[in-house]
């Protein structure tokens, strides 16, 4: 199944609408103007099917077309970078 992912900029956050929920991943700018990605959440019922990757990597290629660097301070953002090197180059590290 493939999800559309959008993006509230207003807000700060990437979402998808699951039947009549919604997942999110969501972030905050920094002073480096670099992208934190801060916290991702995933309804119960749409858990496993790997939608919380499919929201990392839409963010972080928003940040690298947008020349942002990264930051991960959201537990499944980090982990998708770890199983996904081709990020490291936009990653701040703490």
């Not at 309804?43 to 496993?48: D, Q, V």
């Not at 972080?60 to 660097?69: H, S, T």
Request: with cysteine; glycine share 4%.
């Amino acid at each position: 199944m493939e999800h559309k992912v959008k993006h509230d900029q207003d807000d700060m956050r990437f979402y998808i609408v699951i039947d009549e929920e919604e997942a999110e991943l969501t972030y905050s700018y920094t002073d480096e103007n670099a992208m934190d990605f801060d916290h991702t959440f995933v309804p119960e019922s749409a858990r496993g099917q790997g939608i919380a990757h499919v929201l990392a990597r839409h963010g972080l290629d928003y940040a690298r077309e947008n020349n942002c660097k990264a930051i991960a301070s959201c537990p499944a953002v980090e982990a998708f970078v770890k199983r996904n090197p081709e990020y490291n180059d936009i990653m701040l590290w703490p």
